[in-house]
């Protein structure tokens, strides 16, 4: 199973409680999770991962069995299974890539593939119609057909439909990914270490709410009734994007390290900022969006209308937006809008002018 990655001896779980707030921060630190991230299908589809990591993931996955090969596709690039995630938040020994493949193991096909479905157990009428799928009531699929979000419904009725079929799949994939991920284990917890340590000051001076949205870059969290936790988990290759997952009393943030945790960088690179920054300017949908934004709030489904595109497509470009720190996404749980941040583009020219002449 390959070899285990010592942690250090501090705490793993940092807990912070600041203000008024209605929920309490927890920092939750260790490779378990990215070695979930690491099978998804955004991991390294932008150059905010460094180039040998994003070669090496190609290569690496290319490698494995034909029939793992598909399963990672099927379940884990079409992000199916990536909610696996799920089961760690509250294990907080599950520490390493070979923690991760043990706790699969123990965990029962009917408790796995539940966890794959935490986020639907706010819905309570959905929440037992999946339940008894899962143990075994077929009768409950079609309901489950209509109610489901559109999101990867075809795939989810499957989950549901042999929990002992899918947790196979699912466990032969992190059991083959497993092995060369344990060859980079160490390295990436250094990356998140630094991750964590370089936002010292944050922790300090910021309320929760602007704490998880510097953090995250953009995501601006509103509590939510029955929320008492929120937990921030540094990764590595979710950059430039946040993984979000939560149960009924959490909501989790897997959220891309800064670019300094990366480590230093020769004076001719240009800083990631900068180009994300550039590169998020320099496509004409995007710039249309931010001129919509600039006149008001909007949500996704009123962006997509008016510039008569599909809602994936603009969720795409608000990714690479809100990575360029261009726009700000309010999330309550069950709303979510953008707004645009305007005194990031005051940064646009005076970066670049930083970078070149200094």
């Given at each position: ?18 203000g008024g707030a209605s929920f309490r921060i927890d920092w939750d630190v260790r490779t378990a999770y990215d070695f979930i991230f690491s099978l998804s299908g955004d991991a390294g589809s932008t150059d905010d991962l460094p180039a040998p990591d994003r070669a090496w993931l190609t290569e690496t996955r290319k490698s494995l069995p034909q ?82 979000p559109d999101w990867n419904r075809k795939g989810r009725i499957e989950l549901l439909r042999d929990p002992v079929v899918a947790k196979e799949r699912i466990l032969a994939v992190l059991r083959a990914w497993q092995a060369p991920f344990s060859s980079i284990e160490a390295r990436v917890l250094a990356i998140l270490e630094r991750d964590y ?162």
């Amino acid at each position: 199973m390959g070899r285990r990655v010592d942690m250090p001896p501090r705490a793993m779980v940092r807990d912070l409680t600041r203000g008024g707030a209605s929920f309490r921060i927890d920092w939750d630190v260790r490779t378990a999770y990215d070695f979930i991230f690491s099978l998804s299908g955004d991991a390294g589809s932008t150059d905010d991962l460094p180039a040998p990591d994003r070669a090496w993931l190609t290569e690496t996955r290319k490698s494995l069995p034909q029939d793992v090969q598909g399963a990672i596709e099927l379940l884990f690039e079409s992000e199916l299974a990536i909610h696996a995630g799920v089961l760690l938040v509250d294990q907080p020994d599950v520490r390493t890539s070979a923690d991760v493949v043990a706790l699969v193991e123990s965990t029962s096909p009917t408790d796995l593939v539940g966890a794959l479905f935490a986020e639907d157990g706010h819905d309570a009428e959905l929440a037992s119609l999946i339940q008894r799928a899962i143990g075994g009531d077929a009768s409950a699929l079609p309901a489950l057909k209509e109610k489901l979000p559109d999101w990867n419904r075809k795939g989810r009725i499957e989950l549901l439909r042999d929990p002992v079929v899918a947790k196979e799949r699912i466990l032969a994939v992190l059991r083959a990914w497993q092995a060369p991920f344990s060859s980079i284990e160490a390295r990436v917890l250094a990356i998140l270490e630094r991750d964590y340590d370089g936002r010292g000051d944050d922790r300090t001076r910021l309320a929760p709410a602007e704490l998880i949205e510097t953090t995250t870059g953009g995501v601006r969290y509103l509590p939510e009734p029955g929320i008492s936790r929120v937990v921030l988990g540094p990764s590595y290759f979710s950059r430039p994007y946040n993984f979000l997952m939560s149960a009924r009393d959490w909501r989790f943030f897997g959220y891309p390290v800064s670019d300094s945790a990366l480590g230093p960088s020769d004076a001719l690179t240009p800083p990631l900022s900068l180009v994300r920054l550039h590169r998020a300017l320099g496509d004409e949908t995007r710039l249309r969006i931010l001129k919509l934004l600039a006149s008001r709030d909007l949500y996704l489904t009123e962006i997509a209308q008016q510039l008569d595109l599909s809602k994936p497509t603009i969720k795409h470009h608000m990714i690479q937006l809100r990575a360029a720190g261009l726009v700000t996404i309010t999330d309550s749980g069950s709303v979510m809008y953008y707004t645009l941040r305007r005194n990031r583009l005051d940064d646009a020219s005076a970066e670049i002018k930083a970078f070149l002449v200094g």
